[in-house]
């Protein structure tokens, strides 16, 4: 399978993202919210023509395991029905696209579960619009790097007579997971951004973060409604809200 669109240009990526959740994922989104259900939304698209695969969000109502992204990849394993690679307007085919033929797309950088279940299905890539960072201080969700560090992040054992507080301090300056390893490369949109200035010039970049900007900020009303949501409606299975 040609992979031409995705080794293309980081601006046609970027247009491709923004729209595929602008268009797809925030729909689903509005709607999951409202019966409290997590604002993380993710997709799958194809690398040959960027074409939407499978769009999916969080439904942890009905297991806290189902992530946006891993209820997208149980929507990509369960469907029969999947679109031409390169058009959208053509027939469909029943032939499920091998992952490493398809681009993750995940609205929130993904967390450890996810993480695995990206890895695991052969996907060999992923993008997200905001980082861990963003979760924490922008959705009052600090589980991802709390996971990651209380988990996984196993401290060195101090060497005889060496300074305690030193080994504290080089564990907070490493990465929480590897962006590029073996298995897949990770990038968010800021990455994009930067490739776009390395590439077009910082004018054009400059474009793509405002409209990076005003897409994370359609999250604003959608963060509102869940958190009014997660105290009021009764029957998510998720423990950590
Ligand atoms: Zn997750």
Not at 145 to 153: A, C, G, K, S, Y
Request: proline content about 5%; glycine content about 4%.
């Amino acid at each position: 399978m040609a992979s031409s669109t995705y080794d293309s240009d980081p601006v046609t990526l970027l247009r491709a993202f923004l729209a595929t959740i602008e268009d797809k994922v925030i729909p689903l989104t509005s709607k999951g919210v409202s019966s409290g259900n997590k604002l993380f939304g993710a997709a799958i698209l194809s690398k040959a023509g960027l074409v939407p695969i499978t769009v999916s969000t969080n439904n942890e109502t009905a297991s806290p395991l189902l992530h946006g992204e891993i209820n997208c990849i149980q929507q990509f394993f369960a469907q029969t029905s999947f679109p031409d690679m390169l058009d959208a307007s053509k027939p469909s085919s029943s032939q499920r696209p091998n992952p490493r033929d398809c681009v993750f797309l995940a609205t929130h950088e993904p967390c450890s579960l996810c993480l695995s279940g990206i890895t695991w299905s052969g996907f060999d890539n992923f993008f997200y619009l905001f980082t861990y960072e963003d979760s924490r201080d922008l959705f009052s969700v600090p589980y991802d790097i709390d996971i990651l560090q209380e988990v996984f992040r196993v401290p060195a054992v101090p060497a005889v007579g060496s300074e305690k507080e030193t080994q504290r301090e080089d564990l907070d300056a490493r990465p929480l997971y590897n962006r590029r390893n073996k298995f897949f490369t990770a990038r968010s949109f800021e990455d994009l951004a930067r490739e776009i200035a390395e590439k077009h010039g910082e004018a054009e970049s400059k474009k793509w973060e405002d409209e990076i900007r005003r897409i994370k900020a359609l999250y604003n009303g959608l963060s509102d409604t869940y958190q009014e949501s997660k105290t009021s409606v009764v029957g998510s299975a998720s423990f950590w809200k």
